[in-house]
């Protein structure tokens, strides 16, 4: 199964999610930063819903343990692989390996365009330029026999 492309904004928050829960052991939605999509961001109840989403995100890569509900979801490290994850880029890493590979799909659908059109011009052009070379050829024959 294919995981969910992230997005430029979402790298930053998840990162930090990442980061609180190596320091803290925990990373819970109410012991995170504000998002700033609102004035009741403070209030558990307005910021666990907005953090469902990132939790999901990580259970998704499996970089940390998550336990998810609608109350109360909390992220917890796994010692190494989460440790791993965050010294290898985290979820930036993540972030511009996806965008190397969505430059290089575009770059191979372009050159398969450019391939396409090219192959259109030269099935057009082929015969064409068959029967010129085969006139050419019958009057260098033809010359040649006249200056014998």
Same mark, same amino acid.
């Given at each position: +199964?294919? !995981?969910?492309?992230?997005? !430029? #904004?979402? /790298? !930053?928050? =998840? @990162?930090?999610?990442?980061? /609180?829960? %190596?320091?803290? *052991?925990?990373?819970?939605?109410?012991?995170?930063? @504000? %998002?700033?999509?609102?004035? %009741? @961001? @403070?209030?558990?109840?307005?910021?666990?819903?907005?953090? =469902? $989403?990132?939790?999901?995100?990580?259970?998704?890569?499996?970089?940390?343990?998550?336990?998810?509900? =609608? #109350?109360?979801?909390?992220?917890?490290?796994?010692?190494?692989?989460?440790? $791993?994850?965050? /010294?290898? &880029? &985290?979820?930036?890493?993540?972030?511009?390996?996806?965008?190397?590979?969505?430059?290089? $799909? !575009? $770059?191979?659908?372009?050159?398969e365009i450019n391939?396409?059109?090219?192959?259109?011009?030269?099935?057009?052009?082929?015969?064409?330029?068959?029967?010129?070379?085969?006139? *050419?050829?019958? +009057?260098? =024959?033809?010359?040649?026999? %006249?200056?014998?």
């Amino acid at each position: +199964m294919e !995981k969910s492309n992230l997005h !430029k #904004d979402d /790298v !930053k928050i =998840l @990162d930090n999610i990442i980061k /609180v829960c %190596l320091e803290n *052991g925990i990373a819970q939605a109410e012991n995170l930063p @504000d %998002l700033g999509n609102g004035f %009741l @961001d @403070d209030i558990k109840d307005f910021k666990q819903p907005e953090y =469902l $989403r990132y939790f999901k995100i990580i259970q998704e890569y499996d970089v940390a343990d998550v336990f998810l509900t =609608l #109350d109360s979801s909390h992220v917890r490290p796994y010692k190494i692989v989460t440790e $791993r994850f965050k /010294v290898e &880029g &985290g979820f930036k890493n993540i972030f511009d390996e996806q965008q190397k590979i969505i430059e290089s $799909r !575009k $770059r191979q659908q372009e050159k398969e365009i450019n391939e396409a059109i090219l192959s259109k011009w030269h099935k057009k052009t082929y015969w064409w330029t068959f029967c010129v070379a085969i006139a *050419g050829f019958i +009057m260098a =024959l033809i010359a040649l026999f %006249l200056k014998r």
